[in-house]
Each structure stands twice: as structure tokens, then as C-alpha cells.
Nanobody, 125 residues
Framework: QVQLVESGGGSVQAGGSLRLSCVAS????????MGWFRQAPGKEREGVAT????????YYADSVKGRFTISQDNAKNTVYLQMNSLKPEDSAMYYC??????????????????WGQGTQVTVSS
């Protein structure tokens, strides 16, 4: 059974940093991608960043390029999202997700099969 458990959310002031973590379990197929999505109240879910298990080919939404970094620690089965220079518009519930094996690249949420429960990020101005 695939499980994804996020942590690391919190409240910070604009310009600050947070690092989100997602511990994954229940799968071994490395032909998958891990991703981070976010959803603010009243808004659609937005893809933030994705990376292949093993650390290859990180990909970012334009809104976070240069500020966020996705990385992975295979030994810990954990994917991270380092968020720097946070803005109030980054405030949202952040979700970790994983694709089925062989899913196409990108941040299409329909390609991600399993989801965590989310961790809240709040950035104040």
C-alpha cells in the first residue's frame, strides 16, 4: 500500500524559507515521479515541482522557478521541497504525490496516482 506523509509546513513571513518533506512507502518501481502540488482556498490545484525517483529531471512551475528546489534522498525514501523567498501568494495546502510507473513528464495532476494528506504553508506580508 502506497503511503505519502508530508511534514514541514508552517507560518513564515514573506522572504522566509521552509522545507517540506514527504516520506514515501509501499512502492519500489523507480519509473515513477514524485511531485509537489498546492491548493489555496477557492483556487484550483497547481503543480509546483516534480522529480524522477532517483533524482533525475527536476521540473518546476514558472511561478516557483529560482525560488523552490525539489530533491530526493533515496536512502530515506524522502522527497523535499526547499522553498526560499516565500511570497504571500505561496500560501496554500501543499500535497506530495507519486505517479504510476512510466507516466509522462510534467505536472499534470491526473498523472499522479497517490496523494498525501497535505501540509499547510502560510506566508504573511
Amino acid at each position: 500500500q502506497v503511503q505519502l506523509v508530508e511534514s514541514g509546513g508552517g507560518s513564515v513571513q514573506a522572504g522566509g524559507s521552509l522545507r517540506l518533506s514527504c516520506v514515501a512507502s509501499g512502492f519500489t518501481d523507480r519509473r515513477r515521479r514524485m511531485g509537489w502540488f498546492r491548493q489555496a482556498p477557492g483556487k484550483e490545484r497547481e503543480g509546483v515541482a516534480t522529480i524522477y525517483i532517483g533524482g533525475a529531471m527536476p521540473y518546476y512551475a514558472d511561478s516557483v522557478k529560482g525560488r523552490f528546489t525539489i530533491s530526493q534522498d533515496n536512502a530515506k525514501n524522502t522527497v523535499y521541497l526547499q522553498m526560499n523567498s516565500l511570497k504571500p501568494e505561496d500560501s496554500a495546502m501543499y500535497y506530495c504525490a507519486v505517479t504510476a510507473p512510466g507516466a509522462p513528464p510534467g505536472l499534470e495532476s491526473a498523472d499522479f496516482r497517490y496523494w498525501g494528506q497535505g501540509t499547510q504553508v502560510t506566508v504573511s506580508s
